[in-house]
């Protein structure tokens, strides 16, 4: 194949969430992004994936080595430009062939998620892969590729029960709320970030006995929609640090590209509780906190990673599935690299349909300006579709054997001999 698959990025196994956030890629930049990757000289289609817990570089590559390294010093600059300064490599992997498709393969089954078998990793992909799309560097390969890892997902949720119990990252961090509080019933909470995630969060908090919410948010509406729905009290987002005193938990899941708590806020607020304890819970896309808060005394901060040792409990139970769901993935990935490695032969396709469709068109049109020239135009038609669906019917057998996979030595040979027979070595 011309192009190969390559994937480079880090995820919550290899860098902390602080190393994440420095090259994590703001939607809202995520075009011109890709368009400074399709720039890399050995890459030719590309997809970039930024969440709370991973960014990779997803392309279809000229040249495996060369994109290795160029998606490599592409990250590195993003780093540079949020004013990172630690050694990226070390945080960095590097997968091409049957490794790199696997690995999204598991992405897109959340396999590979902190929280295995959460659901959000699919939309999030979903979107990602809608952005590539638009910005016009997503090409046949990736197409197929992502469209691949999406019915791997359908598969591994219809055919396993990977995604039963508490599977996603709002569900482990009440689950922790309460391992912390022992019960949360007389417990007062507030909520920062009303979106999908806050309202995932408020539903769970409402379901493990909370009823002294409060909820904030930039949009204020959408904090009184919330508020309303899990019997809350809204609070204006310019105004929380005032209330941050009746709070003994505090979750942010709001996504906001700076921190929306630091420590003198947390110190004054503490004053106000005279020292009674906070707890703090960090689940943001980007961090909402500033980790400096956790060195306070009596202020206990949790952020996304702490969150791992809940999600291994969980994963503990479904381990049976997760072995059916690794299975399937297997499959998917023998029948992905199948289409693959026909792609190899795909100029020997064109050429032969060509080379087969010349000799028709030319010995048509001498018949049709010689013996067949008081034909009507009704008859005429009916010869070409007669002799169009004759070469369809010869190229039928020799093309499927061609679009079957390499599996075997003499698959060359076979490729060699059918494009000399055939007067096919310069096409």
Not at 59 to 68: I, L, N, T
Not at 229 to 251: H, Q, S, T
Not at 354 to 376: D, G, H, V
Request: glycine residues 6%; charged residues 30%.
């Amino acid at each position: 194949m011309d192009k190969a698959i390559v994937i480079v990025g880090l995820n919550h196994r290899t860098a902390p969430v602080e190393v994440r956030e420095r090259v994590a890629f703001e939607k809202a930049f995520l075009k011109h992004a890709l368009e400074r990757l399709r720039s890399l000289a050995s890459v030719d289609e590309g997809v970039i994936l930024s969440t709370c817990n991973r960014v990779e570089v997803v392309a279809a590559a000229s040249d495996e080595q060369a994109a290795f390294r160029e998606i490599k010093r592409f990250l590195v600059e993003q780093e540079s430009a949020s004013a990172g300064g630690g050694n990226l490599d070390e945080h960095l992997y590097a997968y091409a062939g049957d490794q790199a498709i696997r690995h999204l393969f598991r992405v897109a089954a959340s396999l590979d998620s902190m929280v295995v078998g959460e659901p959000q990793i699919l939309g999030q992909l979903k979107d990602y892969y809608l952005i590539a799309q638009e910005a016009g560097s997503v090409g046949a390969v990736l197409h197929r590729f992502f469209h691949r890892a999406f019915s791997v997902a359908k598969r591994v949720r219809t055919e396993t029960g990977i995604a039963s119990r508490a599977v996603s990252v709002s569900s482990v961090a009440v689950e922790l709320a309460k391992r912390i509080f022992d019960r949360l019933e007389n417990k007062t909470v507030m909520l920062i970030g009303a979106g999908k995630m806050g309202q995932l969060v408020a539903r769970h908090l409402q379901r493990n006995g909370v009823s002294s919410l409060m909820v904030t948010n930039r949009t204020f509406e959408r904090a009184v929609e919330a508020a309303a729905e899990f019997r809350g009290n809204p609070i204006r987002f310019e105004e929380f640090p005032r209330y941050l005193k009746l709070a003994d938990l505090v979750i942010g899941c709001a996504s906001a590209p700076e921190f929306l708590l630091r420590p003198e806020t947390v110190e004054e607020t503490l004053k106000q509780r005279k020292q009674r304890a906070m707890f703090f819970i960090d689940i943001g896309d980007r961090q909402n906190f500033d980790p400096r808060i956790n060195e306070i005394d009596n202020v206990y901060l949790y952020n996304i990673d702490d969150l791992e040792a809940v999600a291994k409990e969980n994963l503990q139970g479904r381990a049976g599935e997760v072995r059916k769901a690794e299975e399937i993935v297997d499959e998917e990935v023998g029948g992905f690299l199948r289409w693959v490695g026909s792609l190899d032969h795909v100029p020997t396709i064109v050429a032969l349909r060509q080379r087969l469709e010349e000799i028709r068109q030319a010995e048509l049109e001498k018949s049709l300006r010689s013996s067949l020239k008081e034909l009507s135009e009704k008859e005429k038609q009916a010869i070409e579709d007669m002799t169009a669906a004759i070469i369809n019917k010869i190229l039928h057998a020799p093309i499927s054997r061609l679009k079957r996979p390499p599996d075997d030595e003499d698959e060359a040979i076979y490729v060699e001999a059918l494009r000399k027979l055939f007067g096919l070595e310069n096409k």
